[in-house]
């Protein structure tokens, strides 16, 4: 959730002093002065704290929202152009799905798969390739 739209849903919302803070009358109590502090921090992520005591589960309930509007969107490599993850840590990720392929090929030779292993190579083989596309590897 951007800040603008929490602070669309506050009442009495000032400027802090610090860059990227506010103040407003919390939602969570009878509220008359701006009892609420609200940062903005560089990552997008929202603190908020009620001097009145509130907790931030009262906040957000209150306001009808969940901890996670608290935190930026995560993106993806195909919206920033680049990858989200880096190609070494999707091996490492990948590395026991293709231990499972392997283990399905070793299998093959001596008896045909049952439809429990045959969905699991799927799977293994249905994520090794999405680990391909999280590293930004294109297809050759």
Sequence with gaps: MQIDNLLSQLQKVRKGFNPNTWQACCP??????????????????????????????????????????????KEYAASSGKPAFSAHDVLRAISSEVQIVAMCGSDLTERPLSKTDHDRLFTAVSRIHEGIKLAGVRDA
Aim: with cysteine; proline share 4%.
């Design 28 to 73: 969570a109590h009878q509220d008359k002065s701006p009892s609420l502090s609200l940062r903005q921090l560089d990552d997008g992520r929202v603190l908020l704290h009620c001097f009145g005591g509130c907790g931030v589960g009262e906040v957000l309930a209150a306001l009808g929202l969940h901890s996670s509007d608290l935190f930026p969107a």
